[in-house]
């Protein structure tokens, strides 16, 4: 039986305690309440971003809507602000290094290419089982594939997006709670915290908001495995990109407009493919990823971890 108390996991946690001048706050409601400021800042960030063009547009009477599937692309790149706050939260105010946020050089590309393939076969597999069951079918939408020049900036779009949430929820939050709680105590706040984010999006119910968490741990336990955030961070990323730009379904209640293939929901099975949520509020998502969850708990060997000391990750940060 693997580690599945998180126990070798410790190493990576004990990394942020050693160094000389962190203050990561040790009570968890506190560390809420920062997490919550995170959130806070964010929006408001977003917003001082996207005002000018805003501003702009509404004088020449083209003012842009950010609920159309045409400006997906745009709430995607936003998503950089979260990552710019996330550094200066876990820089500034908890006094860590990015080295404590799963950034690090070694083996970066290869991780983060593994996590791509993972991402794509994981809902792919999605894919298979809601088509087997009949809850999805291929479309005969009659709109044009996106074009190449498009195609990247949609997926370079979900890479900024993908890095934003696994920096946020897994390098901040996960990393922060397990400094002075026990692993999995960091994992299931972490958890919470992300499938509490989705709660206001469209078509969200109690079982895609659960899924939503459930994916949270798996990117925990995937971090927290490799000691290295590119792999989550790849994952994620096509995991969302092969749903919307990909085949063409919705990504956590959103609508992204054109994609590569074109699928749809049926309406005889809302409860495996997760009705106006899309497939990540259905039972198919539930099944892969509880399968990959025990895979990365009990088969997945813990990559050793060989030196943690403040000197050497101030520095490499």
């Given at each position: 039986?693997n580690?599945w108390?998180l126990?070798?996991t410790?190493?990576?946690?004990?990394r942020?305690r050693?160094?000389?001048?962190q203050?990561v706050?040790?009570?968890?409601f506190?560390?809420?309440?920062?997490?919550l400021a995170?959130?806070?800042?964010t929006?408001?960030?977003s917003?001082?971003v996207?005002?000018?063009?805003?501003?702009?547009?509404?004088?020449?009477?083209q003012?842009?809507?950010l609920?159309?599937?045409?400006?997906m692309?745009?709430?995607?790149?936003?998503?950089?602000v979260s990552i710019i706050i996330?550094?200066?939260i876990?820089?500034?105010?908890?006094?860590?290094t990015?080295?404590?946020?799963g950034?690090?050089?070694?083996l970066c590309?290869?991780?983060y290419?593994?996590?791509?393939v993972l991402?794509?076969?994981?809902?792919?597999?999605?894919?298979g089982?809601n088509?087997?069951?009949?809850?999805?079918?291929?479309?005969?939408?009659?709109?044009a594939?996106?074009?190449?020049?498009m195609m990247?900036?949609?997926?370079?779009?979900w890479m900024i997006?993908?890095?934003?949430?696994?920096?946020?929820?897994?390098g901040f939050?996960?990393?922060?709670?397990g400094?002075?709680?026990?692993?999995?105590i960091?994992v299931?706040f972490?958890a919470?915290?992300f499938?509490a984010?989705?709660?206001?999006?469209?078509?969200?119910?109690?079982?895609?908001v659960l899924?939503?968490?459930?994916f949270?741990?798996?990117m925990?336990?995937?971090?927290?495995?490799?000691d290295?955030?590119?792999?989550?961070?790849a994952?994620?990323t096509?995991w969302n990109w092969?749903?919307g730009?990909?085949?063409?379904?919705k990504?956590s209640?959103?609508?992204?407009?054109?994609s590569?293939?074109?699928?749809?929901?049926?309406d005889?099975?809302?409860w495996?493919?997760?009705?106006?949520?899309?497939l990540e509020?259905?039972l198919?998502?539930?099944?892969?990823?509880i399968?990959v969850?025990?895979?990365?708990?009990?088969?997945?060997?813990?990559r050793k971890?060989?030196?943690?000391?403040a000197a050497a990750?101030?520095?490499?940060?």
């Amino acid at each position: 039986m693997n580690d599945w108390k998180l126990h070798e996991t410790q190493p990576q946690f004990e990394r942020i305690r050693s160094l000389p001048k962190q203050r990561v706050p040790k009570n968890i409601f506190i560390l809420f309440l920062l997490a919550l400021a995170y959130w806070l800042a964010t929006q408001f960030g977003s917003v001082i971003v996207l005002l000018p063009a805003m501003v702009v547009n509404t004088v020449k009477g083209q003012p842009i809507d950010l609920d159309s599937p045409d400006k997906m692309w745009i709430m995607l790149y936003l998503t950089v602000v979260s990552i710019i706050i996330n550094i200066l939260i876990c820089k500034l105010i908890e006094r860590r290094t990015l080295r404590t946020m799963g950034v690090t050089k070694h083996l970066c590309l290869p991780d983060y290419l593994i996590g791509a393939v993972l991402g794509l076969a994981m809902f792919s597999a999605v894919i298979g089982i809601n088509y087997a069951a009949g809850a999805v079918r291929v479309s005969d939408a009659s709109d044009a594939v996106r074009s190449i020049p498009m195609m990247i900036m949609m997926f370079t779009g979900w890479m900024i997006q993908g890095f934003s949430e696994e920096f946020a929820f897994r390098g901040f939050m996960m990393m922060s709670a397990g400094t002075y709680k026990k692993p999995w105590i960091a994992v299931i706040f972490s958890a919470i915290m992300f499938g509490a984010a989705h709660i206001g999006n469209s078509g969200a119910t109690v079982t895609g908001v659960l899924n939503v968490a459930l994916f949270g741990v798996v990117m925990s336990l995937y971090m927290l495995r490799t000691d290295s955030i590119w792999g989550p961070a790849a994952l994620h990323t096509v995991w969302n990109w092969a749903q919307g730009s990909f085949f063409g379904l919705k990504v956590s209640g959103l609508d992204v407009g054109q994609s590569v293939l074109h699928f749809e929901q049926t309406d005889s099975a809302a409860w495996m493919n997760g009705g106006s949520f899309g497939l990540e509020g259905g039972l198919g998502t539930t099944i892969i990823l509880i399968v990959v969850g025990v895979i990365l708990l009990f088969l997945v060997p813990q990559r050793k971890i060989t030196t943690f000391p403040a000197a050497a990750d101030s520095a490499a940060a």
